[in-house]
């Protein structure tokens, strides 16, 4: 069986000693990989390729990176296109002084169906940060972690059906492709939809709107 991805959930991480921080943690079984970035430097920069949505090219590349460390690489492409469809990173290159953590989690599920929780989740993040001089208990920082509003498409895992992708008129699975399902409940190839959203947000089955989540306005306002 091959390995999908599966979670992919945006959190903040309300620390006041912290500032212009994004964590990245990828799971795989019980093993996790985290990051630590400076926000800005992952937002905003350079308009060429790779910056869709406000996300830049070094963010990519540290993504792609990171699952080289976990010899999936091949899956970079679509959580990027899931991240770029579903959130907007747009005017997140100045952050104000005290702000949130963002905090990427990226669960991929493989032979072991093990579930990261939001326990297991700030553990991490707390270790990640190194804030030494930190007087959060755990159960005050379970409370600090809080979970970015639902986005629009969530990705089904090892999803069969005799239908065929409304899009691209061909059927699941196909290929490497992994499935999303949209808030309104409607099944498309995840590059299929990704792509769609980005030049209109909309569900093309029913046309309900389907905007990308605007990450400053939940972080900062
Ligand atoms: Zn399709
Ligand atoms: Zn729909």
């Keep these: 069986m091959k390995s999908r991805l599966g979670n992919l959930r945006l959190y903040k991480f309300d620390v006041p000693s912290e500032s212009d921080v ?21 937002t905003g920069r350079g308009r060429g390729r790779g910056s869709k949505a406000g996300l830049s090219k070094s963010f990519v590349d540290s993504l792609h ?6 010899h999936r690489s091949n ?31 990226f669960q991929i599920i493989g032979l072991s169906q093990y579930q990261v929780n939001e326990n297991d989740i700030t553990t991490l ?31 089904v895992d090892c999803y069969q059906s005799p239908e065929l992708c409304p899009l691209c008129e061909k059927g699941y699975p196909k290929e490497d492709e992994i499935v999303h399902k949209t808030k309104c409940s409607h099944i498309f190839h995840a590059t299929c ?10 569900c093309p089955a029913c046309s309900l709107e389907l905007p990308p989540v605007d990450m400053r306005t939940l972080l900062f306002l």
């Design 193 to 202: 939809i990704s792509r769609y959203l980005l030049h209109t947000p909309r």
């Design 65 to 70: 990176w990171s699952f080289m460390a976990q």
């Design 22 to 42: 994004g964590v990245m943690i990828i799971s795989f079984g019980g093993v996790h990989l985290c990051e630590r970035f400076q926000l800005t430097r992952c």
């Design 125 to 155: 993040v707390l270790s990640t940060l190194r804030t030494r001089d930190s007087v959060l208990s755990v159960e005050d920082a379970i409370a600090r972690l809080v979970p970015i509003v639902a986005p629009t498409t969530e990705i």
């Design 75 to 105: 899956i970079t492409n679509q959580i990027f296109d899931y991240i770029v469809s579903n959130f907007s990173f747009k005017d997140l290159d100045v952050v104000p002084p005290a702000c949130p953590v963002l905090v990427f989690h």
